[in-house]
């Protein structure tokens, strides 16, 4: 996953996939990221992710409208349980970022009819805590 400046760790003892963005990256490197977290997740048949962004723009309005149009349809009934996302923010990007095209606005809104839940931490213990859930 270099090419794409992502690392994706399985740790089964959590159960999660943990995926960390290593460097600042394009919008179509982040896309091709989802899509590798999303084969890697179908491998392990994991439902819960931690997503580090903390070096990484939490979002923008086309990358939003990505995620909610593309890339979340494809989570309902992947797995046996809803999609947990817990996504990683520095505290800095987690308070700047609060915008409608924004990993925090997207956080704000649980979609569990529509197969995943998500939420914005700045702690990784406590996204490890909600993930357990």
């Known amino acids: ?36 977290i999303l084969a890697a997740a179908d491998e392990m048949n994991c439902w819960r992710w931690l997503l580090d962004l903390r070096r990484e723009e939490l979002a923008s309005p086309a990358l939003t409208a990505w995620m909610n149009n593309d890339f979340f349809p494809k989570l309902p009934r992947r797995y046996a349980a809803p999609v947990r996302i817990a996504f990683l923010a520095s505290p800095l990007r987690a308070k700047q970022e609060q915008s409608d095209s924004s990993v925090a606005s997207i956080s704000a809104h649980p979609r569990p009819d529509q197969g995943y839940f998500t939420a914005l931490f700045t702690d990784e213990a406590a996204a490890y805590q909600w993930l357990a859930r």
């Open 1 to 36: 996953m270099s090419t794409l400046g992502l690392e994706i760790t399985p740790r089964p003892d959590l159960p999660a996939l943990v995926a960390r963005w290593q460097r600042e990256i394009t919008a179509a490197e982040l896309q091709a990221g989802y899509f590798a």
